[in-house]
């Protein structure tokens, strides 16, 4: 449903997240990086989405137990998108008096006559970009043409964003005991999830303060700019590499069938939830035809026999629930920060971390799992600083970079983590119902008691967690291969992988993206943990598009690592003996600062 | 001017282009996702035309069948419950009857916790409830074992002063006219009309 209030709200976001970019590009000075026109827009689309949620929650915990009035909910988008726009408008300004669009012109001209090297190139060009506009376009039209209808997008989250609304934080909404009850603790309001973070919920409550009432259709067509803000940037990122890279990864992202469905036309792999996860792998059934039959519905609908079971496909990602948000900030937070170590050989400024910082904190204000994302990031970081710094040592490349890197990657996580702080101060209020992993991890290794309600279904010792190994795995193979949600992504980068492992491991090692595929590898691992200790029946589970719905939290890294595999540079496949900035071909502005 | 920011940074090496193989796979990997995303916004657009097109919210939202939270019984007590009862009004929720079945799609007290407020929806048991699927049945279980309120109970909705209930089946279907609101009337929970100009057989 568009509205006024959600067009200004877009409009607030987007010149926000502008601002904030350039203001970080002041505090950057002479080190500042050249960006893209693309590269801005999306990540100032990003900022300002990660920027306004958190502004809002912030100031409705500092409130407490009464809501933020509908006036200062415009304020606190409106008030940032004034200096957000003035700052870009100066900023632009100076760009376009230097020429900086001549820079931009001279790079389409490039692309241009790079596309019209191969046979039929520049119509394929022609063809990709259209195809690229269109299902950004879609993505728009998709998710401001239906309204907000899906179980977690309103029950989730939806809801905590009505509770803040109306409500504030930390009363009976949150589950938080109400102070009259001395004794009845046996009666009270509920919430489903209840200390998710409010992340999704405060964009809500941006735009009921512009609608002067809560509508979680009105926010809806804003979810469509998480995906086309992260195709601006993949684009610009690939496009340095080769302008067919930067169309087939950019393509991939915007047509990934998942960001669109979970529910699919025809399931090609099925089995049976009541069967329990113990019969899980042996009730798996393979029906290939439905491929065909997806296929064929997908154009057709139920008009022929074969089509005529199919289902009409419906999914999360644009109606509202936080996976495709988490994702694209987190991906997106974690390649900005990637940019300030040496080997990622990319220039790189002060902005890059202090926006890779606010990019993080967005991603934890959507999602619990943002914060085991960062976690796994600090250690996909940490395990190649450590690397690169025994190798700098041995060929005696100076440390001043290496702790610039570190400082980098600090300054980054801080940001995250102050951001982040005041959600963390009142979420130990709040109770958590069903999802404390944490204690099932401990109660798996007996460092903790199970509690006397207990699920049948969760581990209690490391026999019992063992043996749920090959249903998690089968469960993730059999998301790996679903063409039909993820199209060939996932096959692709594990053929890449195993490609590069088998011809060239130590340059795998030493690739510019090592640290990202790592954390791509890290979050698999976590996410495999976390189902192995999960009270939840996993046959049931995997039949609500787990782990799917957890993939899509990587999938931007995974389309950018693949490709970069793929359209490798020389360096990278035939090594230049240093992998550091040595042999860096674009200059690091701060490097010469 | 001299600002370093409109420094071109020099173009990189061409990129090595990949093999044969992977270019057919990566041309793969582009016509399935096309062909498949491409179908569904065709399919999507058609049925979006057909059923949504010009239409207000509440009209699209009962064109998606599978939310019960949309169907139309549903709405019009939800609809009735904010007018009668201002925001911020406590209600307890009390089953009256469940399926032979759990089914997760009769999870009323989540439907109704969500579209009733800011009126407040209370329920005995309230993190059964707000578990996902793992355990609404227990909550169920619950309430079919312990129909009616216990002391402590009793004495939770008197601590929170709650003046009004609302009496439902947990069926399948959301069953409108076997929907009662009751309120506290000097220690008596009395009916009260939640249809008065309507006639009885809804």
Known sequence: ?593 | VNDPTLTAAPAPPPAVLPPLPHLLGLALLGLVGCILTSGFAFRYFVIWERDRKGETIEVQRVTIEEAPWFKKDFTLVVDRIREVLPPGTRVFLEPTEFGKEDNQKARWMLYLTYYCHPVQIYVKKPVWAAGTIVDYPQWNNYHRQNPTVNMQEALALEELKIEWKLRMPFTWEFLAGEVYLERLVDGDWVAYDLWPFEPKQR
């Not at chain 1, 009921?208 to 259709?217: I, K």
């Not at chain 1, 926006?355 to 999602?367: D, E, Q, S």
């Not at chain 1, 395990?383 to 970079?401: G, H, K, M, P, Y």
């Not at chain 1, 993939?551 to 020389?570: N, Y």
């Open chain 1, 1 to 593: 449903m568009i509205t006024f209030a959600g067009i200004v709200v877009a409009l607030c976001v987007w010149f926000s997240g502008l601002g904030l970019l350039e203001a970080f590009e002041r505090i950057a000075g002479r080190t500042q990086r050249t960006r893209s026109i693309a590269e801005r827009h999306g990540i100032g689309l990003l900022l300002g989405l990660a920027l306004l949620p958190t502004i809002y929650a912030i100031v409705g915990i500092a409130k407490g137990n009464s809501p933020i009035a509908h006036g200062t909910g415009r304020w606190l988008a409106l008030g940032p998108a004034i200096v957000g726009a003035a700052l870009y408008a100066f900023g632009a300004w100076q760009r376009f008096k230097a020429g900086a669009w001549r820079v931009e012109i001279e790079h389409a001209r490039g692309a241009l006559q790079a596309a019209s090297r191969l046979p039929l190139g520049v119509p394929l060009l022609a063809s990709g970009l259209a195809a690229i506009v269109f299902f950004a376009l879609f993505a728009l039209f998709y998710a401001s043409s239906l309204p907000v209808h899906l179980f977690d997008s309103l029950f989730h989250f939806a809801y905590k964003g009505k509770v803040m609304f109306w409500e504030g934080f930390g009363g009976s909404g949150w589950m938080v005991r109400s102070p009259e009850l001395v004794d009845g603790s046996g009666v009270g309001r509920l919430m489903t999830h209840p200390n998710y973070p409010p992340g999704v919920g405060a964009l809500h409550c941006l735009v009921g303060s512009w609608l002067g009432r809560f509508s979680e259709d009105a926010t809806r067509p804003l979810m469509a700019l998480y995906p086309v803000a992260c195709a601006l940037v993949i684009f610009a990122w690939m496009v340095r590499r080769s302008i067919w890279a930067a169309i087939v990864a950019t393509l991939t992202w915007i047509s990934l069938p998942f960001l669109y469905y979970s529910t699919v036309w025809a399931r090609f792999v099925t089995w049976s939830i009541t069967g329990g996860e113990e019969n899980y792998i042996s009730n798996l059934k393979l029906d290939p035809s439905a491929l065909w039959t997806s296929f064929l519905a997908s154009w057709i609908g139920q008009r022929s026999k074969v089509t005529r079971q199919a289902n009409m496909p419906d999914g999360w990602m644009l109606d509202g629930a936080a996976d495709l948000q988490q994702g694209v900030l987190f991906c997106l937070g974690v390649l900005l920060v990637w940019r300030c170590l040496a080997r990622a050989r990319e220039s790189f400024d002060r902005a890059d971390i202090l926006a890779g910082g606010v990019l993080l904190a967005g991603a934890c204000y959507v999602k619990n799992e943002g914060l085991a994302l960062c976690a796994v990031a600090v250690v996909g970081f940490g395990l190649t600083w450590i690397f690169d710094v025994l190798r700098a040592r041995r060929s005696n490349t100076a440390f001043q970079e290496r702790w610039r890197e570190f400082a980098g990657i600090a300054t980054a996580f801080a940001i995250a983590g102050l951001l982040h702080a005041p959600w963390l101060a009142i979420r130990g209020d709040i109770p958590s119902v069903d999802e404390d992993y944490p204690q099932a991890i401990r109660i798996v290794f007996g460092l903790e008691a199970p509690p006397g309600n207990i699920s049948e279904d969760q581990p209690q010792n490391v026999a019992e967690a063992l043996a749920r190994v090959p249903i998690v795995a089968t469960g993730f193979a059999v998301a790996f291969v679903n063409v039909l949600r993820w199209n060939l992504v996932w096959v692709t980068f594990f053929a890449a992988l195993a490609t590069w492992l088998v011809a060239r491991p130590k340059q795998l090692f030493l690739h510019t993206l090592t640290p990202i595929a790592l954390m791509a590898i890290g979050t698999l691992t976590a996410y495999g943990i976390i189902l192995i200790v999960t009270p939840w029946d996993l046959a049931i589970l995997f039949d609500t598009a787990i782990p799917d719905r957890l993939l899509l939290h990587v999938i931007p890294i995974v389309i950018v690592v693949t490709t970069a595999l793929v359209w490798r540079f020389p360096h990278e496949w035939f090594g230049d003996g240093e992998g550091t900035r040595a042999g860096a071909e674009e200059p690091r502005s701060d490097a010469s600062a």
